[in-house]
T-cell receptor, first 115, second 114 residues
Framework: GALVYQYPRRTICKSGTSMRMECQAV??????VAWYRQSPQKTFELIAL?????????EQNFTQEKFPISHPNLSFSSMTVLNAYLEDRGLYLC???????????FGKGTRLTVV | GDSVTQMQGQVTLSEDDFLFINCTYS??????LFWYVQYPGEGPQLLLK?????NKGISRGFEATYDKGTTSFHLQKASVQESDSAVYYC?????????????FGKGTSLVVHP
């Protein structure tokens, strides 16, 4: 089956510091990876969509300078939250897609707490 | 741009009640429509999807019809169980310029009491 692992599952960082989260696809080739942030109200915000060998496309209100993403191969992606502040709190979800497919396989998320 | 409007907030039902969650969408492209379900502590997972207008998707007793005329994709289940308690997301998938993008609705939390 297609599985997506995210780590760490939870992390706490001090305001103004940075933290990196990782996403691993197992059992399939993740041609594209979508990074989302889920608010406490359960709303999803798409941060960016990354496709191997293509430019990473960031959504409005999210920038590479704040959320740099790496997608070096078909099984791994990482995203860093730089200079994290309270408004960056939430559950960060990685969704991976197989080439030509439309179903997104999600990990369980990395919960970021900023203190 | 693409958008999904979904009945928000919480729906509280008793076991064997009928479930209806409203979802409408807006796009200039030809979409694939999905319902995802998220259980506590888990990431969202696919419940059902429909790629062709006027077709119905069915899974685990849930069903939704891709109605191009009303641009809707409402989720229904005839008889809910306590195990159906979760957050349900209506999702619009579109491809533009060779790039595929899934757009999530705001989610509807379902609580089913025994």
């Amino acid at each position: 089956g297609a599985l997506v692992y995210q780590y760490p599952r939870r992390t706490i960082c001090k305001s103004g510091t940075s933290m990196r989260m990782e996403c691993q696809a197992v059992g399939f080739q993740a041609t594209s990876v979508a990074w989302y942030r889920q608010s406490p109200q359960k709303t999803f915000e798409l941060i960016a969509l990354s496709t191997v060998n293509s430019a990473i496309k960031y959504e409005q209100n999210f920038t590479q300078e704040k959320f740099p993403i790496s997608h070096p191969n078909l099984s791994f992606s990482s995203m860093t939250v730089l200079n994290a502040y309270l408004e960056d709190r939430g559950l960060y979800l990685c969704g991976a897609l197989r080439g030509g497919d439309t179903e997104v396989f999600f990990g369980k998320g990395t919960r970021l707490t900023v203190v | 741009g693409d958008s999904v409007t979904q009945m928000q907030g919480q729906v509280t039902l008793s076991e064997d009640d009928f479930l209806f969650i409203n979802c409408t969408y807006s796009t200039t492209w030809y979409p694939t429509l999905f319902w995802y379900v998220q259980y506590p502590g888990e990431g969202p997972q696919l419940l059902l999807k429909v790629t062709t207008a006027n077709n119905k998707g069915i899974s685990r007793g849930f069903e939704a019809t891709y109605d191009k005329g009303t641009t809707s994709f409402h989720l229904q289940k005839a008889s809910v169980q306590e195990s159906d308690s979760a957050v349900y997301y209506c999702v619009l998938g579109t491809t533009s310029g060779g790039n595929y993008k899934p757009t999530f609705g705001k989610g509807t939390s379902l609580v089913v009491h025994p």
